[in-house]
């Protein structure tokens, strides 16, 4: 009773021709899409609102001064945003982390006003289907158990110990550990959802070993508009490249080096 539900077929017409109800959840605000991650919302939720309506709740970084509207075009129908906690590696949460069979930042960031926010829209609203993007937001299971779901850029590579020998001993055995966690975490956290997206093979890959009796995974690659450049634009320069992603990302950080 409690596993996925199968996802519904869009059958139904909405208000505006639109075809099924959407909850999407985000980490990240994706209003300016100023980071990769963003960036890939953006344009899902671009994608969806074109023929679906769609309700975006999003946590959204304190550090925001003021928060950009959507830019004209598809776009979600309501947007709720909750503010998000960094997390805090000594908080008291964090410690007790270390004794869950949860990681230990979703432990420590785990927001009861998120919680409250999903909650609601449920109440309010009949939805055919949830997108949680990202680990942060698919931890939120509990509060859309029995509506059909999809985990939306599931990512494992950031904790296979295989990705990088340096380090100490003691660092390598913590990230084994780390991995051991995140796989067994994320296995159990699968049978929640009708199926899940990667952003490349080698993530299915890493997730065929993490949960090998999950196989309804799908690859959605990360990309950018490359449409015509406008007036003002710069023009292709050989040799060069432009980097926009912050190096304090370990995955881009190791990018640029290599």
């Known amino acids: ?4 539900r199968r996802l519904p077929r869009p059958g139904r017409v909405l208000a505006g021709n639109r075809l099924m109800r959407i909850l999407f959840l985000s980490r990240w605000n994706p209003y300016p899409p100023d980071n990769g991650s963003k960036i890939r919302v953006f344009s899902l939720l671009r994608g969806l609102c074109e023929r679906h309506d769609v309700t975006l709740i999003s946590f959204c970084s ?32 964090a410690l007790l982390g270390f004794l869950s069979s949860t990681p230990r ?16 829209a449920l109440r309010h609203t009949k939805y055919d289907l949830v997108i949680a993007s990202q680990l942060s937001m698919a931890a939120y299971y509990r509060s859309f158990r029995g509506i059909p779901a999809i985990f939306e850029e599931v990512e494992l590579g950031i904790y296979w110990p295989g990705s990088t020998q340096e380090g100490s001993p003691w660092t390598r055995f913590r990230r084994g550990i780390t ?9 159990r956290l699968l049978d929640n959802f009708a199926l899940c ?27 950018v508009d490359a ?23 370990a995955p881009n950080h190791d990018a640029m080096t290599w």
Not at 66 to 87: K, M, N, Q, T
Not at 202 to 222: D, I
């Open 1 to 4: 009773a409690d596993g996925p």
């Open 227 to 249: 449409g015509p450049a406008g007036e003002g634009v710069m023009g292709r320069q050989p040799d060069s490249l432009i980097f926009t992603g912050s190096l304090r990302y």
């Open 62 to 93: 304190p550090a925001e001064k003021a928060v950009d509207p959507p830019p004209p075009g598809p776009r979600p129908s309501e947007i709720h945003l909750c503010p998000y906690r960094e997390f805090e590696p000594e908080s008291s949460r």
């Open 105 to 120: 930042y979703l432990v420590d960031t785990h927001n009861p006003e998120m919680e409250s926010l999903i909650d609601q």
């Open 179 to 187: 991995w051991a966690k995140h796989r067994r975490f994320m296995s």
């Open 197 to 223: 997206t990667v952003v490349s093979d080698v993530e299915r890959q890493l997730l065929a070993e993490a949960a090998p009796g999950y196989t309804s995974v799908h690859v959605v690659p990360n990309s």
